[in-house]
């Protein structure tokens, strides 16, 4: 993955919107151009940008009392894997908005590393970085909300979709 | 048709407990993927959330910064200093000068060692030869130094009057 496409994905999971990350992305690199002369003296360059990424985040949420786009209307508008059939197409619709819901319920230690690690594929290493935490809160962070998402889905499928 | 679900089932076991590797993800979701629509009940439960993984990543087209990219793919190299004619010109340089400040040194002490050439001139200036101008010499240059000490002790004392009047000042 080239490294701003994973700024931006960084930065989408932070933000959870896509314009915003756009931007922090665009800033992230701006300002890693600036200091260029630096990244010889870097042993981790990748993770000074992300370093970088996450800061700038960081300041925007702040800046504008952000609140991190939870966004549902984006989920309602996933492609449906079945169009032949309506009934199954509203469904499966409803199973993303379920899943979406569950994994968005987390706390955010727990969606940022189950989105970073199932949805964007870092590895530990990458992901520890980003968050600058140890590579095991991020295995023990990882665990712990795939289980909770593994019991919300059970949920789903004990009272059914209705 | 019937399928072997063991090592997806190992696999996804794994998962649960955040023990499987990136490569072994992508083999579940790679399988969930393409998922046959009667998969066991057991294999179902995982099927939404990696049906979910698939579709709801973002995906942008970025702006390209390529001249970034090669940056972060080319990897680290020293760059290479040439040491051209200006590192030589100033190594010869010094060498020259060292070589010429031993010279002169040599040279100095050489002339040091010489007999004077002029032995009437040397014995009137050299007043080491003559005890009475010797201590002449001395006397005057003792003087100097006591007469220096004493425009320094007429300062102390000076320095000494200004303490007593602070101390009867604080006193008061």
Not at chain 2, 140 to 169: C, I, S
Request: with cysteine.
């Amino acid at each position: 993955m080239p490294v701003q496409q994973k700024l931006f994905r960084f930065a989408f999971r932070l933000l959870g919107n896509e314009d915003d990350a756009k931007d922090i992305t665009q800033d992230a690199l701006m300002k890693v151009w600036r200091q260029q002369g630096k990244m010889n003296e870097l042993e981790n360059v990748e993770a000074w940008c992300m370093r970088i990424t996450r800061n700038l985040s960081l300041d925007k949420i702040k800046a504008r009392k952000y609140r991190v786009a939870d966004d549902l209307e984006k989920a309602l508008e996933l492609p449906a894997v079945d169009t032949q059939n309506p009934h199954v197409a509203t469904e499966q619709q409803d199973m993303m908005k379920r899943v979406h819901a569950a994994i968005h319920a987390l706390p955010e230690k727990f969606r940022l590393v189950i989105q970073l690690r199932d949805m964007d594929g870092f590895s530990y290493q990458e992901i520890a970085d980003m968050l600058d935490i140890t590579i095991n809160e991020v295995k023990v962070n990882l665990h712990r909300a795939r289980q909770k998402v593994r019991e919300q889905l059970k949920n789903v499928y004990a009272y059914g979709l209705q | 048709m019937h399928m072997d679900y063991s090592n997806i089932r190992s696999l996804l076991d794994k998962y649960w407990e955040g023990e499987t590797s990136l490569e072994e993800e992508a083999q579940l979701k790679q399988f969930y993927n393409a998922a046959p629509a009667d998969l066991p009940k057991d294999l179902q439960e995982a099927a939404p959330l990696f049906h979910y993984f698939e579709i709801a990543t973002p995906t942008t087209n970025l702006p390209g910064f390529e001249a970034l990219q090669t940056a972060f793919e080319t990897p680290a190299t020293t760059p290479v200093i040439k040491i051209g004619f200006l590192r030589n010109w100033m190594q010869y340089a010094a060498m020259l000068a060292i070589a010429l400040g031993i010279g002169y040194g040599i040279q100095q002490h050489i002339e040091a060692d010489r007999p004077p050439q002029h032995p009437e001139l040397s014995f009137r200036q050299d007043t080491f030869n003559d005890p009475k101008e010797a201590f002449a010499e001395t006397q005057k240059a003792l003087q100097l130094l006591a007469r220096n000490l004493n425009k320094g002790k007429q300062e102390m004392v000076k320095l000494n009057y200004f303490n007593e009047a602070t101390d009867k000042v604080k006193e008061n």
